[in-house]
């Protein structure tokens, strides 16, 4: 782990208790980014797919454990309390399966984030997915005060899409975008949003925060 002494938001750990295993994610990682690498190398999608606005993992293995690595390191590096982004390392009953995105551009003015994430080939399926989103978006809501937090999909990847809309989400208006990779070609993307309002009237699971105070702290 960072010490949390050099980094504010190492201490954070946010966790979604689960019977069929707790979903726990944390910042400051540097061992859970690792193992996350090697999560990345084995496989994020099926071939053929590309459920990403950029096309990091459109190389080989070794590549994608790299840029994974590289991601991280820059999220740690480059946060400003106006802006920033934070990508808690996601266990799964203490295995690293995935990484789940925080981030945020005038954040003391707009109040708005944004989510993203993924989680390895090899654990999806389980509900990991719905389970570490409703984490991040109680830290966001209960513990930073957000007014509002936006996603978006392909609409050809109804997993992230059902995600966002069994947690409350209402669509957001739609984009055609040309989509990255090999070969270009246009798709599109919907728009999701969540505001506070909706987040608090609907049914989601239970959520600890450790290690909020030097966050907030460091936002102010």
Do not use: K
């Amino acid at each position: 782990m960072l010490p949390a002494d050099l980094h504010p938001f190492a201490a954070l750990r946010v966790l979604a208790p689960h019977p069929d295993g707790d979903v726990e994610l944390r910042t400051g990682d540097l061992d859970g980014v690792l193992a996350l690498a090697a999560v990345a190398a084995r496989g994020v999608h099926a071939d053929g797919e590309q459920p990403f606005a950029h096309p990091w993992t459109d190389c080989d293995p070794a590549e994608r454990a790299r840029r994974t690595l590289r991601w991280h390191l820059a999220g740690w590096a480059g946060w400003t309390p106006r802006d920033w982004r934070l990508d808690p390392v996601v266990r799964r009953a203490g295995v690293v399966v995935g990484t789940q995105s925080l981030e945020a551009t005038g954040f003391g003015v707009l109040r708005e984030v944004v989510t993203g994430s993924w989680l390895g080939l090899e654990h999806q399926g389980r509900g990991t997915g719905t389970l570490m989103r409703a984490a991040v978006l109680h830290l966001a809501f209960a513990g930073l005060g957000a007014a509002s937090a936006r996603s978006e999909a392909y609409l050809d990847n109804p997993r992230s899409l059902g995600v966002s809309r069994r947690l409350g989400y209402r669509d957001d208006g739609r984009q055609r975008t040309v989509r990255a990779g090999r070969a270009g070609r246009a798709a599109v993307q919907q728009r999701l949003r969540l505001d506070a309002a909706d987040w608090a009237a609907t049914a989601r699971p239970q959520v600890r925060l450790d290690g909020l105070g030097s966050v907030v702290r460091a936002l102010a």
